[in-house]
T-cell receptor, first 114, second 112 residues
Framework: DGGITQSPKYLFRKEGQNVTLSCEQN?????MYWYRQDPGQGLRLIYY???????QKGDIAEGYSVSREKKESFPLTVTSAQKNPTAFYLC?????FGAGQPQHFGDGTRLSIL | GENVEQHPSTLSVQEGDSAVIKCTYS??????FPWYKQELGKGPQLIID?????GEKKDQRIAVTLNKTAKHFSLHITETQPEDSAVYFC???????????FGAGTRLTVKP
C-alpha cells in the first residue's frame, strides 16, 4: 500500500547530540513537509520541500536541518542548537505544492530528552 | 499571514448526539479547508475537505460548511459513535501555494 513511513516511532536524545528522523513516501509526491506538534497546539511547520534538491524554512526552522536528495525521502535532523526538542514530529507529503493539495501524514516520531 | 482559530478545545457528547467544531480564518485569499482526525499515537488523517467555491460538502455522517463572507467553516458529525472520539484539526491554505495553517485542535469524546 502507498503511504508515508516515519521511523523510529520513539527517539531519545542526549544533551549535545544530533538526531535524525526518517521519513519515506512511496506516493510519488513531489512536496514533503515536517511539522512539530506540542500538546494543546496545532501543527507548526518546520521545513518543506517542493521538489527534489529543494527545501525552504517554515515558521520554526531554527535548530533543525533537512535534506531532499531523493524524491521519496525527506529526513529531519534535530541539532543540539534546538533547546526544547521534546515533541511529536510529523512528516507529510502532497502531490505538489500547488494550492489546495491534500497533505497525507505519517504516524509520527516522538522525541524525548534523556 | 494566515491565522486559524478553532473552538471548542474540548467537546464531550453522548453517543448518537451531534458534534459541531468551528474554525475561523483571517486571510480572505485562503481557498482550501481540510479537516483531519488524529487518534492517539497516530498521524492526522484527512476526513473531509472543502474548497472556497462550495458552501457545503457531506460524506455520510460528516459534513463541512463554509461561510466565506464571515471567514469561518465548521465540521458537523451526526449520530456520533465512540470511535469518533479523537482530536480533530481544521486547516486553511492560501490561494497560490500549499502552505497550510492548522487550528489548535478539538478533543472530542463520545460517551457510550
Amino acid at each position: 500500500d502507498g503511504g508515508i513511513t516515519q521511523s523510529p516511532k520513539y527517539l531519545f536524545r542526549k544533551e549535545g547530540q544530533n538526531v535524525t528522523l526518517s521519513c519515506e513516501q512511496n506516493l510519488n509526491h513531489d512536496a514533503m513537509y515536517w511539522y512539530r506538534q506540542d500538546p494543546g497546539q496545532g501543527l507548526r511547520l518546520i521545513y518543506y520541500s517542493q521538489i527534489v534538491n529543494d527545501f525552504q524554512k517554515g515558521d520554526i526552522a531554527e535548530g533543525y536541518s533537512v535534506s531532499r536528495e531523493k524524491k521519496e525521502s525527506f529526513p529531519l535532523t534535530v541539532t543540539s542548537a534546538q533547546k526544547n526538542p521534546t515533541a511529536f514530529y510529523l512528516c507529510a507529503s502532497s502531490i505538489n505544492f500547488g494550492a489546495g493539495q491534500p497533505q497525507h501524514f505519517g504516524d509520527g516520531t516522538r522525541l524525548s530528552i534523556l | 499571514g494566515e491565522n486559524v482559530e478553532q473552538h471548542p478545545s474540548t467537546l464531550s457528547v453522548q453517543e448518537g448526539d451531534s458534534a459541531v467544531i468551528k474554525c475561523t480564518y483571517s486571510d480572505s485569499a485562503s481557498n482550501y479547508f481540510p479537516w483531519y482526525k488524529q487518534e492517539l499515537g497516530k498521524g492526522p488523517q484527512l476526513i473531509i475537505d472543502i474548497r472556497s467555491n462550495v458552501g457545503e460538502k457531506k460524506d455520510q455522517r460528516i459534513a463541512v460548511t463554509l461561510n466565506k463572507t464571515a471567514k469561518h467553516f465548521s465540521l458537523h458529525i451526526t449520530e456520533t459513535q465512540p470511535e469518533d472520539s479523537a482530536v480533530y484539526f481544521c486547516a486553511a491554505s492560501e490561494g497560490n501555494n500549499n502552505d497550510m495553517r492548522f487550528g489548535a485542535g478539538t478533543r472530542l469524546t463520545v460517551k457510550p
